[in-house]
């Protein structure tokens, strides 16, 4: 696996003080924009909020209690919105699909630069949606923290630093991928 697929993990103790240039953060949200589209629709689109920008401060007002305690310290913000066509049962799939596809080059975008991404369901949509004039058709979806990791992970509120210091796990391969039938594993043993 690739060490930026096989280190990646959703951190919470960033550095308040760390910042991101905009160069950096042009590059993260591109690489969202290049991500896998459905039929070429490319329904993907972006909020970004760089700590200390009306943006930044606006879309931390929307999260939810669970994220507000640690994703201010963020050094951006990025919320990810797709169509929202109910009626068209297939695009409205699909526009979340790829959603997800552009989330996750934009995680990996950001460690290859030395940054954490942490996606988010834990925010207001309907806030977000009134804050930002998001037109209907449309739908907040994923809101993305990237950030510096803390050195100093003693100065991180204890909660935070324990949700950190757990380890990173996975259901065994075995329990999630099968063939020939449900429940069957495709692999007995991890390809290497």
């Not at 324990?162 to 449900?182: I, M, N, S, Y």
């Amino acid at each position: 696996m690739h060490e930026l697929i096989e280190g990646r993990w959703s951190a919470r103790g960033y550095d308040p003080a760390a910042t991101i240039s905009v160069a950096n953060l042009t590059t993260i949200v591109d690489a969202g924009r290049w991500a896998p589209t459905w039929g070429r629709m490319q329904p993907v689109r972006f909020l970004v909020g760089r700590r200390g920008d009306a943006t930044f401060e606006t879309l931390t007002g929307v999260l939810t209690r669970g994220n507000a305690g640690w994703a201010p310290r963020a050094a951006a913000l990025v919320l990810v919105c797709t169509t929202d066509r109910p009626d068209d049962p297939k695009e409205h799939t699909y526009a979340a699909v790829d959603v997800g596809l552009a989330v996750s080059q934009m995680i990996l975008q950001a460690e290859a630069l030395g940054f954490n991404g942490h996606p988010m369901a834990g925010f207001d949509a309907a806030a977000a949606t009134e804050a930002f004039d998001i037109p209907a058709g449309q739908r907040p979806l994923v809101l993305l923290g990237i950030g510096t990791l803390a050195e100093d992970t003693a100065s991180l509120p204890e909660d935070i630093r324990e949700r950190d210091e757990r380890p990173r796990t996975r259901l065994p391969l075995d329990e999630v991928a099968f063939a020939g039938q449900w429940g069957r594993p495709a692999f007995t043993t991890p390809e290497t």
